[in-house]
């Protein structure tokens, strides 16, 4: 399995970040997925997931009306839309397998910096 994002930066407040995060070596299409941040000294973060068939998400109120999660399967993809970022969303990003129930592997994770 393998999951590599992309799109990480440094953007201003209220500025806005794509994140990508593609995934090989296991089936896509079925698999749930999930974006998870990690602030430096802080717990990891499942901040939103997606179901299989783009039908049913959830985000964490942190990140709720701001961030949009979505897929395309055909290109074995997860995207995460961030708008109006603030300081405090400043993260290594990760995409994840899974989602509340456990993640099951990791991507490498993309920094995002807010200043």
């Known amino acids: 399995v393998q999951l590599v994002e992309s799109g990480g930066g440094l953007v201003q407040p209220g500025e806005s970040l794509r994140l990508s995060c593609v995934g090989s070596g296991f089936t896509f299409s079925s698999t749930v997925m999930s974006w998870v941040r990690q602030a430096p000294g802080k717990e990891r973060e499942g901040i939103t997931t997606?179901?299989?068939?783009?039908?049913?998400?959830y985000y964490a109120d942190s990140v709720k009306g701001r961030f949009t999660i979505s897929r395309d399967n055909a290109k074995n993809t997860v995207y995460l839309q961030m708008n109006s970022l603030k300081s405090e969303d400043t993260a290594l990003y990760y995409c994840?397998?899974?989602?509340?129930?456990?993640?099951?592997?990791w991507g490498q994770g993309t920094q995002v910096t807010v200043s």
């Open positions: 997606i179901n299989t068939d783009d039908s049913n998400t």
């Open positions: 994840a397998t899974g989602g509340g129930l456990g993640y099951n592997y």
